[in-house]
């Protein structure tokens, strides 16, 4: 079956730097990503919804400048993390449809970042 | 008023109870329903897919109320491994458009 590969599945850095989270579709065309972000007991938040060649949809709240996403290609979606501070440690994740549908929806095993 | 909204929880029951959960969406637009299941740290899993006619797969059964607005998931003979977050997901409304999770009821089940 189709498969989302996100790495890196942990990533812990210190305050002020940048990280990079990259998801891929490996077997199917992704023109849609959605990133999501889970704290602690506390339900996925969807962060924004990236389209392949276009600017990404950011949710109310999220600031576009503090994490920006890239969707260069339709295998390749990447969220960065700007000048990463501690409330930033959350479970991110990353999922992508099949074109056209809700019905398959595949997500990648996450990234757990703590800023330190 | 929030999205998808769920049963605070948790819910601990003995291997074998039957167990109820609820959830209200508040978008009339969205199409799609579903419950997912996670475990602690790991990406959701689909547990099934919720029709308006209703739909069972073995010891689960899913309900949707469009009226209402309002989904259920009932687990029957409860089993260890049932022991989970089920979080109650609705697409925000045709198809392709994200999915918007609900904050999840845990599930503990004991011997």
């Known amino acids: 079956g189709a498969v989302v590969s996100q790495h890196p599945s942990r990533v812990i850095c210190k305050s002020g730097t940048s990280v990079k989270i990259e998801c891929r579709s490996l077997?199917?065309?992704?023109?849609?990503m959605f990133w999501y972000r889970q704290f602690p007991k506390q339900s996925l938040m969807l962060m924004a919804t990236?389209?392949?060649?276009?600017?990404?949809?950011?949710e109310q709240g999220v600031e576009k400048d503090k994490f920006l996403i890239n969707h260069a290609s339709l295998t390749l979606s990447t969220l960065t993390v700007t000048s990463a501070h501690p409330e930033d440690s959350s479970f991110y994740i990353c999922?992508?449809?099949?074109?056209?549908?809700?019905?398959?929806?595949?997500f990648g095993s996450g990234t757990q970042l703590s800023v330190l | 008023r929030k999205e998808v909204e769920q049963d605070p929880g948790p819910f601990n029951v003995p291997e074998g109870a039957t167990v109820a959960f609820n959830c209200t969406y508040s978008?009339?637009?969205?199409?799609?329903f579903f419950w997912y299941r996670q475990d602690c740290r790991k990406e959701p899993k689909l547990l099934m897919s919720?029709?308006?006619s209703g739909n069972e797969d073995g010891r689960f059964t899913a309900q949707l109320n469009r009226a209402s607005q309002y989904i259920s998931l009932l687990i029957r003979d409860s089993k260890l491994s049932d022991s989970a977050t089920y979080l109650c997901?609705?697409?925000?409304?045709?198809?392709?458009?994200?999915?918007?999770f609900g904050k999840g009821t845990t599930l503990s089940v004991s011997s």
């Open positions: 990236s389209n392949e060649g276009s600017k990404a949809t950011y």
């Open positions: 919720v029709y308006s």
């Open positions: 077997d199917f065309q992704a023109t849609t």
């Open positions: 999922s992508a449809p099949l074109t056209g549908t809700n019905e398959k929806l595949f």
């Open positions: 978008n009339s637009a969205s199409q799609s």
């Open positions: 997901v609705v697409n925000r409304d045709g198809a392709g458009t994200a999915l918007i």
